[in-house]
């Protein structure tokens, strides 16, 4: 078994998903921090986002977040860190921050925000559904699934060097509504004349981000921490269309930022003086590893990069050693229009239709599509992402009592057109497409294993079940040379989303490598 020690981690470890979101990373985050400060007796300094935006959904210690770092549940986590690559609307993090200081957790107090952090607002949000809407009704194509946060459009002005940076809370005014304005102006021309948005449409964007943002603050609301108003998008809508009530958003924008200046600081020089004095900081990523934007399955990615790298660059800081974490589900989900290889119908299987009813996005609520674990999917990313240590989820929630249903499956390669077998992922989403999985069955059980604490208490088929997930899994990653690579090791088994509900006690990789458990 393996055995725990003070330098198990690096001061500074990221939590990274390997397939396509929807891994448990929030409560990945949640477990890390509980086992280092178990450890070195002395509590994680940080818990810092590195990439994206209020697109991501993580549950973690029971609060569902959007933007803020899954940290921000457990009080000894000094600070709660927002990278130079987030883009964040600054209502978001006061709707998120607001029920939480409510139930008496310390938040605003503990966000700290890098000046460079890039400032989204309403425009984005206008122009993602703009861009949906044109893919839908201009090109005759399926919609690339987006959360709608406008997160896309706001690294866009990255791109064209058109950024807010939340630095601009903290200086003129008139130099914001300036910035601001331009930035609105191009949005519209571009729903306008680009998208060729019609009038009809434009006006439902702001009953459907006022319905989406009012049924995700429902809570909030009905405890009266907001009133209904606060979701209010139409108020932005001016009569004339592809207008806005420019004032009334500079004003709001600018009122919402202003509440954070005491949180904008330069993080780069926060995070040195954290890892030079060995304190620990965790580092959570949105998405995940086949969603990056250079190296996922376009247009079916995220606007930023999910690589472990990516901290460097959304910190400031040098490259250091770091401990990577990567997570997956016992079995694979997917949100969007991906192409997804062992997709299971709920409909022909009583397996994915028991998933089903649990698998909805954290964010949008959306139905998941479920499917057989992909080990050829996780190899890949193990093989090029590089992982010091291996959680997996839900384990549970392969347990089934049915008497007829008596066999999982794992996909352990795939068949091209010709009919040979491959187990590489490949980069062209038209290859992907002629692929078939080839699956290797294992027998299932229908013991409750919840409750276990002990992968030696685990039923015999769920213990052979993980053994061949991480051999399918290091096999591809590694080929013959197994015995030649620094391997990962499992770091825990979730049997369940509470913290209790965790299988600490494994073996080492060798000796799942070695074994047929």
Known sequence: MISTSSNKFQSLVSVLGISMGDEGKGRVVHEILDEINALTKSPVSGVMKANGGAN??????????????????NPDVDDLIIGSGVVADPRKFI?????????????????????KCQVSDLSHRLLDLAWENYREKQLGEESRGSTGRGISPAYCDETGQWQIFYQAFCEDRSLFAKDLRGRVNRAMDTIQYVCKVSTDDWFKFFEKLTQAQTKANQ???????????????????????????????????????????????????????KLNQKKSVVVEFGQAYWLDKRHGFTPNVTASHTFSSEIFQSAGIPMREISQVGCCKAYDTKVGTHHFITQIKPEKNKLAHQLSKMEFGT????????????????????????FDWLVINKLDALSYTEEDFQELKICVAYE?????????????????????????????????????????????????????????TCEVAYGNRLDQEALPELLFIGVGPDPNQVIRDLPSLAELLDSSV
């Open 56 to 73: 991501a959904g993580h549950t973690a210690a029971g609060l569902k977040l959007n933007l803020l770092p899954s940290g921000v549940g």
């Open 95 to 115: 709707w998120e921050a607001n029920p939480l200081e409510n139930r008496g957790l310390s938040v605003i107090k503990r966000l700290k925000i890098d000046e």
């Open 219 to 273: 809570t909030a609301i009905n405890d009266k921490v907001f009133p209904k108003e606060e979701f209010n998008f139409v108020k932005f809508a001016s009569e004339k269309p592809f207008t806005l009530n420019f004032d009334l958003l500079e004003q709001t924008y600018w009122e919402a930022g202003s509440k954070l200046t005491k949180c904008i600081i330069d993080i780069r020089t926060l995070l040195l003086e």
């Open 363 to 386: 964010s949008t609520g959306r139905q998941r599509m479920v499917g057989w674990f992909d080990s050829v999917e996780k190899g890949n990313a193990l093989r090029y992402g590089g």
């Open 416 to 472: 091209d057109s010709s009919g040979k077998r491959i187990t590489t992922v490949p980069r062209s989403e038209k290859i992907r497409k002629s692929l078939k999985p080839i699956y290797e069955k294992i027998p299932s059980w229908k013991e409750d294993i919840s409750q276990c604490s002990s992968f030696e208490h685990l039923p015999p088929a769920a213990k052979t079940y993980v053994a061949r997930m991480i051999q399918s």
